[in-house]
């Protein structure tokens, strides 16, 4: 089954870079790996997906390795917004709509 | 604001009663979505409505029904639950291609059942 391994939370200080962990190891070759994040009392955002070669945009980078088992989202620099629980989701698109959601990493910035 | 709201945003109802949450989306998208998180554990994608098509986890229990009347709305129907279905119902939408997969979700906010 598909699956994604995150660890339960990490700190990190204030205009710091973060890189936030994920394994998939289930991962097959046409699966995506997505990235949201909740803030509190807030559904979640989505930060960034990707395949295979790393992925950049406004929020994030998404640096995914090469054999696809594990990923690593990185903010280049956290500010105090950046606080919430981020999710790693295995996209499997070998099986109709699974969408696997880890159970998150909650961020804690420190000023 | 998402462009996805969800009504009521709160909600207690006891296991004889019957209920539904609704939401909308503005995005004109042609998918949406229910999830439900519990506490301390990980989301749970319970349907999906996608191209007019729907699909659903077949771990969801019967008493959870979907109904999807058009692109834009999108209820869950519930009767007789059980305490262990209280939770945070969430519900998303995003635009899915021809080719099939998840592009950016857009969430509302939730609602928050409490079952007694």
């Known amino acids: 089954d598909a699956k994604t391994t995150q660890p339960n939370s990490m700190e990190s200080n204030e205009e710091e870079p973060v890189h936030l962990p994920c394994n998939h190891s289930?991962?097959?070759?046409?699966?995506?790996i997505h990235w949201y994040r909740q803030l509190p009392s807030q559904g979640p955002e989505y930060v960034i997906h990707g395949l295979t070669s790393n992925v950049n945009n406004r929020m994030a980078s998404l640096a995914i390795a090469e054999d696809r088992k594990s990923s690593t989202l990185i903010l280049h620099r956290a500010t105090l917004r950046d606080a919430a629980v981020y999710y790693c989701i295995h996209d499997s698109r070998d099986s109709n709509y699974q969408l696997i959601w880890g159970a998150g990493t909650k961020l804690i910035i420190k000023p | 604001e998402t462009g996805v709201t969800q009504t009521p945003r709160h909600l207690v109802m006891g296991m004889t009663n019957k209920k539904s949450l609704k939401c909308e989306q503005h995005l004109g998208h042609n998918a949406m979505y229910w999830y439900k998180q519990s506490a301390k554990k990980p989301l749970e994608l319970m349907f999906v409505y996608s191209l007019e098509e729907r699909v659903e986890n077949n771990s969801v229990p019967s008493r959870f029904s979907p109904e999807c009347p058009n692109s834009s709305h999108l209820f869950l129907h519930l009767h007789t639950l059980q305490p262990e279905d209280s939770a945070l119902y969430l519900c998303?939408?995003?635009?899915?291609?021809?080719?099939?997969?998840?592009?950016?979700?857009?969430f509302g906010p939730g609602t928050r059942l409490t079952v007694l």
């Open positions: 998303a939408s995003s635009q899915v291609g021809t080719r099939g997969g998840y592009n950016e979700q857009f």
């Open positions: 289930t991962i097959s070759g046409t699966d995506y």
